[in-house]
């Protein structure tokens, strides 16, 4: 059975960073993209970053862009998110998501198994 | 980038058939692949189609995709519909940049 355990979620002040860890198990981690998706509380999804099964691909979206690093470790199955500068827009639960695929193409953005989420709180 | 534009809700009575739509507003509806995901209150979301038409073992055939490249959208039914098919709906692909896009959502309520 797929599991992604999201950890590193909390409050923290505007500008300060955080980083997210996801530990993964369950099936061959590098085989697969994967990815940090965000949900404000209410609100609708919105894709954060992703990257290749080898991290020679890696993908941003604009909002965060300059600001976050993903990044994975593939010897321990595990994948990061490091936010820095945080605005409060940025706060959000953040789900790590694996891909169904190997590439950040095609399959690699079916979004096949999700995390439960950590919730990230920025506030003064 | 581009934008999935969908219906903020849809409703209908247990048994009728409800569809949502999602409109590509730049580029071509089938040039990336396109999915489906139901989000429950206090669950994560979960695949009900992908790759446009396909869906995951379990889901059952009541859910089905389409795509209608005059109108350049693509559409979820939902047939004989149940309380259990209540749920936030989101359709999402990617761009030429490797970036996922997401749809706004679809609150579908079953009356």
């Known amino acids: 059975e797929v599991q992604l355990v999201e950890s590193g979620g909390g409050l923290i002040q505007p500008g300060r960073s955080l980083r997210l860890a996801c530990a993964a198990s369950?099936?061959?981690?590098?085989?697969?993209?994967m990815h940090w998706v965000r949900q404000a509380p209410g609100k609708g999804l919105e894709w954060v970053s992703g990257?290749?099964?080898?991290?020679?691909?890696?993908a941003y979206a604009d909002s965060v862009q300059g600001r976050f690093i993903i990044s994975r470790d593939n010897a321990k199955n595990s994948l990061f998110l490091q936010m820095n500068s945080l605005r409060v827009g940025d706060m959000a639960f953040y789900f790590c998501?694996?891909?169904?695929?190997?590439?950040?193409?095609?399959?690699?953005?079916?979004?096949?198994?999700w995390g439960q989420g950590t919730l990230v709180t920025v506030s003064s | 980038n581009f934008m999935l534009t969908q219906p903020p809700s849809v409703s209908g009575s247990p048994g009728e058939t409800i569809t949502i739509s999602c409109t590509r507003r730049?580029?071509?509806?089938?040039?990336?692949?396109l999915q489906w995901y139901r989000q429950r209150p206090g669950s994560s979301p979960t695949t009900v189609i992908f790759?446009?038409?396909?869906?995951p073992s379990g889901v059952p055939d009541r859910f089905s995709g389409s795509i209608d490249r005059q109108s350049n959208s693509a559409s979820l039914t939902i047939s004989g519909l149940r309380t259990e098919d209540e749920g936030d709906y989101y359709c999402?692909?990617?761009?030429?940049?490797?970036?996922?896009?997401f749809g706004g959502g679809t609150k579908v309520t079953v009356l």
């Open positions: 998501v694996k891909g169904a695929g190997t590439n950040l193409i095609g399959e690699g953005f079916h979004f096949d198994n």
């Open positions: 369950g099936f061959t981690f590098d085989d697969y993209s």
């Open positions: 990257l290749s099964w080898n991290g020679g691909v890696i």
């Open positions: 730049s580029g071509s509806i089938d040039s990336k692949f």
């Open positions: 790759e446009h038409y396909h869906r």
């Open positions: 999402q692909s990617y761009d030429d940049n490797n970036r996922g896009v």
